[in-house]
């Protein structure tokens, strides 16, 4: 079969099971819909490596397909088809979201498997898949603005999966309406983009735009920069980034799989997508670079003081998109793409050692209440490790090769982005620090009671089951969790996707290993050979060798930092916080952006809507348009009222008066 | 005789019953005149007729006598109603349909 067929394939199978999941759902019993959606996903992961395998027989130059189903509209001068793209970006983007997914996928089949809602959480997570395939695959601004929307309605409706906690259903609304922002980004972007080159497709867009666009024009800019916006609402990058801490109120798995590996990548996927154009306009790409390195420090000067485990892990995901973000923005597009694939490991793996050890606490995901879970759980203490060593960015971890990639070629651009690379370093240094921070804390020391009770075998159930978030005491049946959780210690199930990733974290570095092999680059080459920086971005390996070593011992500095503060002396992280209180409060409660987009966006709106309807609805709607028009109406017909006195002779006086008239009328006029 | 002595005749008798229409309170009275108004059309229709010779202005003129006899059975009965009800015989009094 050709590339394209079978990427259709891969498209149509997530979408299958969703539809399969949804409608069975009175007929399914026990986990068989986390088995149908479950093999939904590895077929579409082989029809992914099955593209990937056709894709790689073509000639280099040929490596670009574009499929179309059908046309939407046949409309003169607008080319609105239903049309994929397969080349080695898409191809990539595609192996690393149907791959993850599938294990995401095959440890919710235990995970989930105590909740009343299980049939749903699989539907869901299928038709999330789909979204984002079709995403990734998307041959025209009109698919992917498609593809862009679905995603963000999926991760709505993923968010709120539990659906009777308040809280989770305020998280949901809040990545919806955010994401919709980001929507409106996109569909302006491409509508500039479109009434400069007249076409929907991304190829003839690419051709086009530098005979139709100067460097730096402002019509480009624009739609650059409103792209942006799209991909900063998807990837949390600042200031629209504060959804996704919020969004780790959905299931475990949703976090691994939206809101680490797939969802929030997407907008490093439009960046790249784009570097033609961001390319023409260079200022657009030198925006996404600050504001990704802006991200990338404020989210890692978060996680330090947080005490949520999800949530140190959402933020420490929001401070590698913007390393990504840096790299696609700067130019060093297979690094930023290198970085996405290992931290869709890593941070997936991460993920679900999270949720192993949230499920040991019975939903509790308080840091300050954990503690000495290593003896309880090797396997996910295990997983842990690898993923932190991996995100802290030791060698050899994956994490090691692709973060130093980003920062090697990022300092090739010189001028400001030496800045943002030094800016990089700094964070590479906390996210060493929180991170081992997080697994010192929850792993080592004095074990709690659910660890001792673990530790006999016997998994703690509480009395009564509440919302970790607010304390209200919930039950157990659909829309709150389920009354069984599951560990990865003792559901095989869970233990092969962890351990499947924690392989994929280990390995996932060797593709690019600076002057050995350049897998990656060889294979996304045909996608970048027009770009101007492909070529020119290349490290002396002098520079390459001390970032490297550079970057090896940032992470090992942040691990001994973080071994010092919080296994040697415990004490010290609370006397650092007694010195440094103004740092502490604002890490502490995320910079204020709550607050600032509160009190920027948020109070305005709603004095304007309180306003709209105090002064604008009572005053002009109801009292000019509505009053206005029965006032009019009313008087008119007070008017025409009085002429009806009921007295007969007056009648006729105005009759006979009328005749007379009349009759004149017509003499003079004759 | 010429036409305009008819024409005339027509028109003052037209003018009597009008203003009697006009003045008079009195339903019996108003009905009186308003077979005034309708005898004096006709008498216009019947001499135009015989300026103009054929039937048209008779046949006419006898339909407007039909119509007079109808309008004059309804009205007496009203008055008729209003009198056996004991109501004022008066069409100042008579204005419930007022808007």
Redesign the interface.
């Known amino acids: 079969m050709s590339a394209t067929t079978l990427a259709w394939l891969a498209l149509a199978l997530p979408l299958a099971g969703a539809i399969v999941t949804a409608l069975g759902f009175r007929f399914w019993r026990g986990r068989a819909a986390g088995y149908v959606g479950t093999a939904a996903l590895f077929g579409s992961f082989a029809c992914a490596v099955g593209a990937f395998l056709a894709l790689q027989g073509e000639p280099a130059e040929g490596r670009q397909l574009v499929s179309a189903l059908w046309d939407y509209a046949a409309t003169a001068g607008l080319d609105a088809e239903l049309s994929i793209l397969v080349d080695p970006l898409s191809i990539l983007m595609l192996l690393v979201v149907t791959g993850v997914s599938a294990l995401i996928h095959l440890y919710a089949v235990a995970y989930m498997g105590g909740d009343r809602g299980y049939t749903r959480f699989f539907s869901y997570l299928n038709f999330f898949v789909f979204s984002m395939v079709l995403l990734v695959l998307a041959g025209n601004f009109l698919v992917l603005i498609i593809g862009w929307a679905f995603v963000g309605a999926a991760s709505y409706l993923l968010i709120s999966f539990w659906y009777r906690r308040a809280t989770a259903t305020a998280a949901g609304i809040k990545a919806f309406v955010i994401n919709v922002l980001g929507d409106v980004g996109l569909v302006l972007g491409a509508y500039f983009l479109f009434s400069g080159t007249g076409t929907l497709d991304f190829l003839t867009t690419f051709e086009r735009a530098p005979e139709v666009f100067t460097e730096n024009d402002g019509d480009l800019v624009a739609g650059c920069i409103l792209l942006l916006v799209g991909a900063f609402a998807k990837s949390a990058q600042v200031p629209l980034h504060t959804w996704l801490p919020d969004a780790m109120e959905g299931p475990t798995p949703v976090s691994a799989l939206i809101h680490a590996a797939t969802m929030v990548t997407a907008g490093v996927y439009l960046i790249a997508r784009m570097h033609p154009l961001f390319e023409l306009a260079p200022t657009a790409g030198t925006v996404g670079a600050i504001i990704g390195c802006a991200t990338l420090l404020i989210a890692a000067t978060t996680a330090m003081a947080q005490t949520d485990l999800k949530r140190v892990i959402a933020y420490s995901t929001m401070s590698q998109i913007g390393y990504m973000v840096m790299a696609v923005s700067a130019g060093a597009y297979v690094a930023g793409l290198f970085h996405l694939m290992t931290h869709a490991f890593f941070k997936a793996l991460l993920f679900m050692a999270a949720g192993s050890v949230i499920a040991a606490m019975a939903g509790n995901q308080n840091m300050d209440q954990m503690g000495g879970f290593r003896r309880a759980m090797p396997f996910t203490f295990g997983c842990f490790v690898v993923g932190g060593l991996a995100l802290a960015g030791v060698p050899p971890f994956s994490g090691f090769f692709s973060k130093d990639e980003i920062l090697a070629y990022t300092a090739e651009r010189g001028g400001i982005f030496l800045v943002l690379v030094a800016v990089g370093y700094v964070a590479a240094f906390l996210t060493a620090v929180y991170t081992f921070r997080m697994i010192f804390r929850t792993f080592l020391g004095e074990p709690v009671p659910e660890a001792r009770e673990l530790e006999q075998g016997h998994l703690y159930h509480p009395e009564n089951p509440t919302n970790p978030a607010s304390g209200e005491i919930e039950d157990t049946e659909v829309g709150f969790p389920g009354p069984e959780h599951h560990v990865a210690e003792q559901s095989p199930p869970m233990k092969v996707a962890m351990g499947t990733l924690a392989l994929l974290a280990i390995v996932g570095g060797f593709l690019q290993i600076p002057t050995v092999t350049h897998l990656l680059d060889d294979f996304l080459e045909p996608t970048f050979a027009e770009s101007i920086y492909f070529e020119a971005l290349s490290p002396s390996d002098a520079a390459t060798f001390v970032g490297l070593g550079l970057g090896a011992l940032i992470g090992l500095a942040g691990i001994a930092t973080a071994w010092l503060v919080w296994v040697r002396e415990p004490g010290t992280a609370a006397k650092v916080r007694q010195r440094l209180r103004p740092a502490y409060a604002l890490f502490l409660n995320k910079w204020w952006f709550d607050e600032l987009i509160g009190a920027v966006i948020v109070r305005p709106a709603r004095w304007l809507g309180s306003f709209a309807l105090t002064a604008f609805e009572r005053l002009f709607v109801q009292g000019t348009l509505v009053g206005g028009t029965s006032g009019i109406v009313r008087a008119g017909s007070a008017a025409?009222?009085?002429?009806?006195?009921?007295?007969?002779?007056f009648y006729?006086?105005l009759f006979?008066g009328g005749m007379v008239a009349f009759t004149i009328w017509f003499l003079l006029q004759a | 005789m010429a036409i305009e002595w008819y024409l005339a005749l027509s028109a003052l008798i037209f003018v009597i019953g009008a203003g009697g229409v006009l003045t008079r309170r009195n339903p019996l009275v108003i009905l009186l005149c308003v077979e005034l108004m309708l005898n004096a059309g006709n008498l216009a229709l019947v001499a135009f007729n015989r300026m103009h010779g054929g039937g048209d202005g008779q046949i006419f003129a006898l339909m407007v006598m039909v119509v007079a006899a109808c309008e004059v059975v309804i009205g007496l009965g009203i008055i008729v109603a209003l009198y056996r009800r004991h109501l004022p015989i008066d069409v100042d009094e008579m204005r419930e349909l007022q808007g």
């Open positions: 025409v009222r009085a002429a009806q006195s009921g007295f007969l002779r006729v006086a006979l």
